[in-house]
């Protein structure tokens, strides 16, 4: 076990001293080594595809699925820091981020806002993020194709254009497997919607949208295939509008941020959040 001090943030193999360096309402992202997590990752070109919020008392709160290491009844669920850290064996990093404009008497109405969600009727929406895969693609990479050039027949151009006719078909098919009786919370909709109820005012960097360039600059992807984009994400608002018109309304923040196509990277990437301490664990086996 170790603790190193870099710029005030502490980087850590110890559960126990990160945990002690956590307060309500820092955010936690978590770097997991799963197949899926892994194109979550490159789609959205950062290490974070989980999150969550941490409450007082050593707790923390996430939307996620059932499973063995985290039994839950309710998509969004409140479990002990340790316990959930623990039992968490394909993670390789968390990283806590501290919102900047967070007051301590803000608590309770961060307390308030996670139990509005914790609730039966709520569905962990994991086909959410594939449907927002492509999207989170075209932005991470487009300018790194302008700083290139125009696109051409080079492999990044082919490669690219291949993942993103993939991603396309997976989120068609994930557009079926979606429940549509329930309200959808990915962990990342959950988070930004549980700290901007509580009163916090979260910037996101280049959030995604389904405007065409302004340039006209279309990239690898075709016409036809950004326009499938656009169906696809209208088609999670609309279906949002119809399950819980009160939390759908609340979609668009002040920022112009839709909650729903909020993504883990985002908030890696947020001016707002500022890194406290980091987790490393140890690798888990290649299976």
């Given at each position: 076990?170790?603790?190193w001090e870099s710029?005030?943030?502490l980087?850590?193999?110890?559960?126990r001293?990160?945990?002690?360096?956590?307060?309500?309402?820092?955010?936690?992202?978590f770097?997991t080594?799963i197949?899926?997590?892994?194109?979550?990752k490159?789609?959205?070109?950062?290490p974070?595809n989980?999150c969550?919020?941490?409450?007082?008392?050593?707790?923390?709160?996430?939307?996620?699925?059932?499973?063995?290491?985290?039994?839950?009844?309710?998509?969004v669920?409140?479990f002990?820091?340790?316990?959930?850290?623990?039992?968490?064996?394909?993670t390789?990093?968390?990283?806590?981020?501290r919102?900047?404009?967070?007051?301590?008497?803000?608590?309770?109405?961060?307390e308030?806002?996670?139990?509005r969600?914790?609730?039966p009727?709520?569905?962990?929406a994991?086909m959410?993020?594939i449907?927002?895969?492509?999207?989170?693609?075209?932005?991470?990479?487009?300018?790194?194709?302008?700083?290139?050039?125009?696109?051409?027949?080079?492999?990044?151009?082919?490669?690219?254009?291949?993942?993103h006719r993939?991603?396309l078909?997976?989120?068609?098919?994930?557009?079926?497997?979606?429940?549509?009786?329930?309200?959808?919370?990915t962990?990342?909709?959950?988070?930004?919607?549980?700290?901007?109820?509580a009163?916090l005012?979260?910037?996101?960097?280049?959030?995604?949208?389904?405007?065409?360039?302004?340039?006209?600059?279309?990239?690898?992807?075709?016409a036809?295939?950004v326009d499938?984009?656009?169906?696809?994400?209208?088609?999670l608002?609309?279906?949002?509008?119809r399950?819980?018109?009160e939390?759908?309304?609340?979609t668009?923040?002040?920022?112009?941020?839709?909650?729903?196509?909020?993504?883990?990277?985002?908030?890696?990437?947020?001016?707002s959040?500022?890194?406290?301490?980091?987790l490393l664990?140890?690798?888990?086996?290649p299976?």
């Open positions: 076990m170790g603790n710029d005030n943030v980087v850590t193999t110890d559960a001293a990160f945990v002690q360096s956590l307060r309500a309402g820092d955010v936690l992202i770097d080594l197949w899926l997590s892994n194109l979550i490159f789609a959205d070109n950062a974070a989980h969550a919020v941490v409450l007082s008392e050593g707790r923390l709160a996430d939307a996620g699925e059932n499973t063995q290491n985290h039994p839950r009844d309710t998509a669920t409140i002990g820091l340790h316990d959930y850290l623990a039992h968490s064996p394909r390789h990093t968390v990283r806590a981020l919102p900047r404009a967070f007051d301590p008497s803000q608590v309770p109405d961060l308030a806002s996670v139990n969600f914790v609730s009727k709520h569905e962990f994991v959410d993020m449907w927002l895969a492509p999207s989170a693609l075209r932005r991470s990479y487009e300018e790194q194709l302008r700083q290139g050039g125009e696109p051409g027949p080079g492999m990044t151009d082919t490669f690219l254009r291949w993942l993939t991603l078909a997976a989120a068609k098919l994930a557009h079926g497997r979606v429940q549509a009786n329930e309200f959808a919370l962990c990342s909709e959950f988070v930004y919607r549980a700290l901007t109820r009163g005012e979260l910037q996101i960097e280049s959030p995604l949208t389904l405007a065409p360039p302004a340039d006209g600059y279309a990239g690898p992807w075709s036809e295939e499938e984009e656009a169906e696809l994400i209208a088609g608002r609309d279906r949002n509008a399950i819980d018109p939390l759908a309304q609340q668009l923040s002040p920022a112009g941020v839709e909650a729903d196509r909020v993504t883990p990277g985002d908030l890696f990437r947020s001016p959040l500022d890194p406290v301490a980091v664990k140890p690798g888990p086996p299976y």
